[in-house]
């Protein structure tokens, strides 16, 4: 895994690195060529259950989108159910409430190399959804 975010990671302008808690994660944080986000931060964990998982989280005005201080909770939520419904990635929010973008590959099959790549080239989109929820968020135009 290691291996392969070292060549894909710089693709997207991104540097992944083993957080110090847990050598099985990687993290890393994409700041170049958005419009929306301040930044957006990439989690990827190996799991026990011999998956891969993305949680992908933008930043915006300074930290996290968190669904109990939007503007408009529900228009939110709806943004994200469509979202869900129409994008490669999948739309969640967390235990704390906090906004992200997902996705899980399982490794029953060998290790995934081409999918990790599709994931990873699927993430800087992501700003222009940021931008399509600003009215929920903030109540600023659209982007």
């Known amino acids: 895994m290691r291996a392969l975010l070292a060549i894909e990671g710089p693709k997207i302008g991104v540097a992944f690195h083993p957080p110090s808690k847990n050598p099985y994660n990687f993290a890393g944080t994409l700041t170049q060529g958005l419009r929306n986000s301040e930044s957006i931060e990439i989690i990827i964990s190996v799991t026990k259950a011999n998956t891969v998982g993305f949680r992908i989280y933008p930043h915006y005005k300074g ?39 997902g996705f899980t590959i399982t490794l029953e099959s060998g290790f995934p190399g081409e999918a990790i790549d599709t994931v990873i080239r699927s993430i800087p989109p992501l700003d222009k959804y940021v931008g399509e929820m600003r009215p929920a968020i903030d109540g600023s135009a659209a982007q």
Do not use: E, M, P, Q
């Open 63 to 101: 930290g996290y989108i968190n669904l109990g201080r939007v503007k408009n909770s529900v228009d939110f939520a709806h943004w994200l159910l469509r979202y869900s419904d129409n994008n490669f990635l999948f739309w969640g929010v967390d235990d704390g409430g906090d906004t992200f973008a």
